[in-house]
Structure formats: C-alpha cells, structure tokens
C-alpha cells in the first residue's frame, strides 16, 4: 500500500513522506492482511473443539470449495506476464479472488450456525 495512493503524501516522489508512513504503518498493513487468515483458523479451531461433526460438514464444504476456487482463478482473466487463460467470464483475477473468498466467508458463516443447530437438535 502507497500511501500516496489515499492521499496522505501529496507528491509521488516525497519519499521522507512515503518512509514516514512505511516505517510507522507497515505493522498495519500486515496485520490487515492476515487478520481475516487468522481468525477463521481460530474459529475452525472453536469449532473443532465445540463439535467434531459440525467442523466435518464444514471439512467436507471446504475440500471441495477451495479447489474450484483456485481454478476459477488460474482461468480468471489477468494481467502481469501470463495473463490467464481469459475464461473468467469478464473478471480480472483480483475480482475473482475477492469473489470467491468473499462466498467462502459467507457461506462459512452461514452454515456453522445452521449446523450447530442440527446437531443440537438430533442430540436432544
């Protein structure tokens, strides 16, 4: 991240101003970066020890999601040297990968409740 980009240096070669914010900030922009990363191994680590069965369906959701995740990014359209294959269907792989990630959380965050629920219910 440049911080010139968000306008908080008003020039593209102030580099006193671009290392002020490097030095002072970049612990920042890491923890950002792995803070989603971080807490779903957390919670799969809750889950895991709340219920062997819930975190299985999940396993299960999982094995199969990430896989066609990576590959609808490969063949996602890009820049850079390789390109893509360019059959994202008008995405550039940046898109897709918020895409896919971002459906990932979500249903991940849908179907641990609506688990817990039924297996809650069968053990009643």
């Known amino acids: 991240m440049k911080p010139y980009w968000f306008g908080l240096c008003e020039k593209w070669h102030d580099g006193a101003c671009h290392l002020f914010y490097k030095n002072n900030f970049g612990f920042l922009a ?16 809750w889950v895991k020890n709340k219920s062997q069965k819930v975190f299985m369906a999940w396993w299960k959701f999982a094995r199969i999601y990430i896989p066609i995740a990576l590959v609808l990014i490969a063949i996602s359209g ?22 896919t990630s971002g459906l990932f959380f979500l249903i991940t965050f849908i179907m641990l ?3 817990f629920r039924k297996y809650r219910e069968k053990a009643e």
């Open 30 to 45: 890491w923890s950002v970066l792995f803070a989603p990363l971080t807490f779903l191994i957390g919670l799969m680590g």
């Open 78 to 99: 890009g820049g850079g040297m390789f390109g893509g294959f360019g059959a994202g269907g008008g995405y550039d792989r940046e898109g897709m990968i918020w895409f």
């Open 113 to 115: 409740p609506l688990k």
